[in-house]
């Protein structure tokens, strides 16, 4: 079922009856709706042209969003470019030519610095413009906490270090989860995300050919999967690498819980994925959302929640920035 087109100011942030305040007195849900009450719509109006443009926006938007939280926390550190004195996020590997939806940020924060000019962050458009997105696909919508402040660098070490891998291990993988105050049922959920999306076949060839070393296939794989992805992804290092595959070959453009069935069916695309069934806890998760759609839903809120909260700058600390490809220069930083 295709979302509402806009209509009107009336779409509000979220459907809570009062003021919650979260973390510092700093942040609150209502925190533009005197300095920007157009906020809302802009988003709305983008994110609704973006979805009918592109069925794979909201997959991208939940990544890039992740992908800025788990590394050095919530900053839109992600979206700054690299300058003479700084290489940034974007070209880290599990980042270049990888992270998409760039542009429709940016179109929002035009538009927003026309009707609210130096007021709302490019974290907390980015926040709410996943959010939209993820909405616009049938997906639940969840709290975001409003009025934090966008990072003054990022760091492409930082990447290498923090950010999850698609190969590695539910142990390594669990480990950076925690260290941001996230736990494993938070893993579990957030892998939910890839009910949409795609992932190119570097990812997850190893499975394919090479798995862990074996010079075989993985054994547990769905074999008319294997098949599939075989021809898809050739045993070869060439532009081949770069082709696309759903990570839930059921129903790619909507967001619901058959990444959980597959999963349990053996074809989930990635060896994290895959993982999620080997260690009897995840297991036991992945079980309860394949049979529950609207746990999965309340639970993956709960998670976006968290994960929004993690290390972000309010109060004086960060800037508004003005652009959200570079750092501002001129307002005493």
């Not at 760039?102 to 924060?109: L, S």
């Not at 409003?146 to 539910?170: C, I, W, Y």
């Not at 709960?302 to 490809?325: A, P, W, Y």
Request: net charge negative.
């Amino acid at each position: 079922m295709a979302p509402n087109p806009p209509i009107s100011l009336s779409f509000l942030f979220l459907t809570l009856p009062f003021v919650f305040f979260v973390q510092s007195t700093e942040l609150r849900y209502d925190f533009y709706d005197e300095s920007c009450p157009h906020l809302p719509m802009i988003i709305r109006n983008h994110i609704w042209d973006a979805v009918q443009n592109d069925t794979r926006i909201a997959a991208s938007l939940l990544r890039l969003q992740f992908h800025d939280c788990i590394v050095d926390g919530c900053d839109a550190s992600v979206l700054l470019d690299d300058t003479k004195d700084m290489k940034g996020e974007k070209n880290a590997p599990g980042n270049v030519k990888s992270l998409r939806g760039f542009e429709v940020i940016d179109a929002i924060k035009t538009d927003v610095e026309t009707y609210c000019p130096e007021t709302v962050s490019c974290v907390d458009i980015l926040s709410l413009a996943t959010r939209e997105a993820v909405y616009q696909v049938e997906g639940p919508s969840w709290r975001v906490p409003l009025g934090r402040r966008d990072g003054l660098t990022a760091n492409f070490k930082s990447v290498q270090e923090q950010l999850p891998s698609p190969k590695a291990s539910l142990e390594n993988n669990t480990a950076k989860f925690t260290s941001k105050g996230l736990d494993l049922k938070d893993l579990v959920v957030l892998s939910g995300a890839h009910t949409i999306g795609f992932a190119r076949c570097v990812t997850f060839k190893l499975r394919l050919f090479n798995y862990k070393g074996s010079g075989q296939p993985d054994p547990d794989i769905n074999a008319a999967m294997l098949s599939d992805l075989q021809s898809m992804c050739p045993n070869r290092n060439d532009g081949t690498n770069a082709n696309l595959a759903p990570l839930d070959v059921a129903t790619v453009d909507s967001f619901d819980n058959e990444y959980y069935t597959n999963l349990i069916s053996g074809v989930g695309l990635l060896e994290s994925d895959h993982g999620l069934m080997a260690d009897s806890n995840t297991a036991q998760m992945v079980r309860q959302y394949s049979f529950d759609t609207n746990l999965f839903y309340d639970d993956f809120a709960e998670s976006m929640f968290r994960l929004n909260t993690v290390r972000v700058l309010s109060g004086r600390d960060g800037q508004i920035r003005k652009n959200c490809h570079v750092v501002n220069v001129d307002d005493g930083y």
